[in-house]
């Protein structure tokens, strides 16, 4: 099981989105699967973690360049329906007392690339054969294919 390192598990951020459990975590934040409490519907909430070494102007830097990131996903997932939807991005101090830059995609469901690779390794296959890596990388493919041309 993943720590809940800001406090968020049964707690709301802006009175929205409410955190259930935690899906994964990673050297620059936590995901939680939560749930958006206007739309009725599964949410991944990425929560930043912002190092405490900063100070206040390299923290509000290091916010607002994840401010821009969820804005510029916001935009690249609209223009494609092959790249995760954005819904919102914000900022909440958490039960904890820790400033927490969120960023609310859409949930989807699945097993991550980490777990496959595990998976496959677990049953002694090593790489994908070349047909099948073009196979799940071409949906991928063309989402930033056409991301490109319309840029």
């Known amino acids: 099981?993943?720590?809940?390192?800001?406090?968020?598990?049964?707690?709301?951020?802006?009175?929205?989105?409410?955190?259930?459990?935690?899906?994964?975590?990673?050297?620059?934040?936590?995901?939680?699967?939560?749930?958006?409490?206007?739309?009725?519907?599964?949410?991944?909430?990425?929560?930043?973690?912002?190092?405490?070494?900063?100070?206040?102007?390299?923290?509000?830097?290091?916010?607002?360049r994840f401010t821009e990131e969820g804005r510029v996903l916001h935009r690249l997932s609209r223009a494609s329906a092959g790249v995760v939807q954005a819904l919102d991005v914000g900022s909440a101090v958490s039960p904890r007392g820790i400033l927490t830059p969120y960023l609310v995609l859409e949930w989807l469901e699945g097993q991550s690339l980490e777990s496959e690779i595990r998976e496959r390794a677990r049953r002694g296959e090593r790489c994908w054969p070349v047909a099948e890596a073009v196979e799940l990388l071409t949906p991928a493919a063309r989402a930033l294919g056409g991301l490109t041309r319309s840029a």
């Open 1 to 64: 099981m993943v720590a809940d390192p800001f406090g968020w598990i049964g707690h709301t951020l802006d009175d929205r989105y409410r955190a259930l459990t935690v899906a994964g975590e990673g050297g620059f934040g936590v995901v939680y699967r939560g749930h958006h409490l206007g739309l009725d519907v599964p949410v991944a909430i990425k929560c930043l973690k912002v190092p405490q070494s900063l100070g206040d102007a390299e923290r509000d830097e290091f916010e607002r």
